[in-house]
């Protein structure tokens, strides 16, 4: 059966998702919402017969999907999520999931109410270099860990808006944590130190920190620090998260693991595609009601989110924040 898949939003990843599932056997990618119906129908004229829709609503009505993909930014969150949950209508969501966290406190209640199939865009899960790291991690002990996302600023208005994007923090390092929550556990308490060092003088309209340091306890009794930074020039930068344990030095980035034990050091450079991999998770649970290979739900996303609100948070009153877990 060919499975009819919408899209909200029409931007990069809007894109990026559409592609790739356009590319699927027995997928055809049917609706494009955007926020206007000329945008909309821009992205939908890459996909044969795709139709573009000024709204969530006209889509709905005029087309049965079997899902909906959401390709938009933080702030843009809560009405669509509702609609789809109220229709019965299976989505995948990018993260981060909101730029706040009442928003996604309120999708998760509506969703435990009306279950329906669901994933969550955390998508370095499907790595298998992250596979990997957790194997390795079998027998060991964390003590402590050290993460970064260090770049430039992305250049969409909404991102540099404490209201759009919610900050680095929430918006990009979210991967970060949500690796780490992944590989070594939940966090108990965290404390920021955010600062505006350079962004606020070189582009119009800034209100979020650029730079930013983390630092957490996990309930295993380890300890973590994860920091970003948005100042640094294009074509510069450092992502990554590194576990330190008992039997040497895990180093985790995008492009490599790097395992370091006593007179070895081995490395493992995956050309793995995580994007298709979360992806052909999501639509086997289309088409089974089998979830077992998606890796990030909503609930556990939340999880992820009420770490890096709470930094905000943290950064704010100078203090610490008790995750109460
Ligand atoms: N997982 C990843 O690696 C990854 C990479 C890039 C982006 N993302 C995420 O994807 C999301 C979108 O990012 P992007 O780079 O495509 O941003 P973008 O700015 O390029 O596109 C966002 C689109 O959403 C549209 N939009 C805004 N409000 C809307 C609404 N209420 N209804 C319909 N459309 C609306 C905008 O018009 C725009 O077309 C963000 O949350 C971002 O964090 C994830």
Redo the contacts with the bound molecule.
């Keep these: 059966m060919t499975l009819q898949i919408g899209i909200?939003?029409?931007?990069?990843?809007?894109k990026?998702h559409g592609d790739i599932l356009a590319g699927m056997d027995g997928i055809r990618v049917t609706g494009v919402?955007?926020?206007t119906a000329a945008?909309a129908q821009a992205l939908a004229d890459r996909y044969p017969g795709a139709i573009g829709f000024g709204s969530?609503t006209d889509m709905l009505d005029s087309q049965k999907l079997d899902a909906v993909y959401l390709?938009?930014?933080?702030m843009?969150h809560g009405d669509?999520e509702a609609e789809l949950i109220e229709r019965g209508i299976p989505f995948f969501v990018?993260?981060?999931l909101a730029a706040d966290l009442d928003t996604p406190q309120g999708i998760l209640a509506r969703l435990e109410q009306k279950p329906l199939v669901h994933a969550v865009?955390y998508?370095f899960r499907y790595k298998e270099s992250i596979r990997r790291l957790k194997e390795s991690l079998e027998g060991r002990t964390i003590g402590m860990a050290l993460g970064a996302w260090m770049g430039d600023m992305p250049q969409?208005a909404?991102w540099r808006s404490q209201e759009g994007s919610g900050g680095q923090f929430v918006?990009?390092t979210t991967?970060i944590v949500d690796l780490l929550r992944y590989t070594a556990g939940e966090v108990t308490e965290v404390y920021a130190a955010y600062g505006n060092r350079v962004v606020q003088e070189h582009f119009d309209n800034v209100t979020v920190p650029d730079v930013g340091t983390v630092t957490m306890k996990l309930q295993s009794g380890a300890v973590a620090t994860i920091s970003n930074t948005c100042i640094l020039p294009g074509g510069v930068s450092e992502v990554g998260l590194h576990l330190y344990t008992d039997s040497g030095i895990l180093a985790w980035s995008p492009e490599r693991l790097e395992i370091h034990v006593p007179g070895t050091k081995t490395a493992y450079t995956g050309q793995d595609n995580p994007y298709v991999a979360e992806t052909e998770a999501f639509i086997h649970a289309l088409r089974t009601g089998d979830t077992s290979r998606i890796l990030s739900d909503y609930a556990d996303a939340v999880k992820t989110q009420r770490i890096t609100c709470a930094a905000l948070e943290s950064a704010r009153t100078g203090n610490p924040v008790s995750m109460g877990e």
Aim: with cysteine; hydrophobic share 35%.
């Design positions: 909200v939003g029409t931007g990069w990843f809007s990026v919402t955007g926020t945008k969530l390709c938009i930014p933080p843009a669509i990018e993260k981060p865009g998508h969409v909404w918006e990009q991967h």
